[in-house]
């Protein structure tokens, strides 16, 4: 259902703030409410994420997610890049979303990460590919309703 691509870090030597290279992301810090934020550049990208793919944390802060905007982006090991093999991006984004406390159990050591088999195999329900998009659709349309009320 899934590809899943497990990201690499870097040596400080093959990054920098200077805007040259590609945008290198490492990590939870780089995460701000579905956005990602870009500080670290590099020009020796070795494990590249590709523009609409999901970018999931996996290491320390487990379970942030975003879209990546970028054309492309190196990814530190911290970082996995989720493209859909079948099915409809934002449907499977709902169902790791759901899955982030199951993830989180999973995680073990001091400092909690979740492999990749453990996101591979998680089990989803596969709607066929219009029905998923209908119900990612009405998740988008009814989730910020739903964090409204819960302020309320």
């Given at each position: ?29 780089n995460f701000d409410d579905g956005k990602i934020l870009i500080n670290r550049w590099t020009q020796q990208p070795s494990v590249v994420a590709k523009r609409g793919e ?99």
């Amino acid at each position: 259902m899934i590809n899943l691509v497990s990201g690499r870090d870097m040596e400080p030597s093959q990054y920098s703030s200077t805007k040259q290279g590609i945008p290198y992301i490492t990590g939870a810090s780089n995460f701000d409410d579905g956005k990602i934020l870009i500080n670290r550049w590099t020009q020796q990208p070795s494990v590249v994420a590709k523009r609409g793919e999901l970018l999931l944390t996996c290491k320390g802060t487990i379970g942030d997610m975003a879209i990546l905007d970028e054309e492309e982006a190196h990814i530190a090991r911290q970082i996995m890049a989720v493209s859909a093999k079948h099915g409809n991006l934002d449907f499977i984004k709902f169902l790791l979303s759901y899955s982030i406390s199951k993830l989180k159990s999973a995680a073990k050591s001091m400092i909690p990460g979740i492999s990749r088999e453990t996101v591979i195999n998680l089990e989803f329900p596969l709607a066929p590919d219009g029905e998923q998009k209908r119900i990612a659709d009405k998740l988008d349309e009814l989730i910020p309703l739903v964090r409204e009320l819960a302020q309320l």
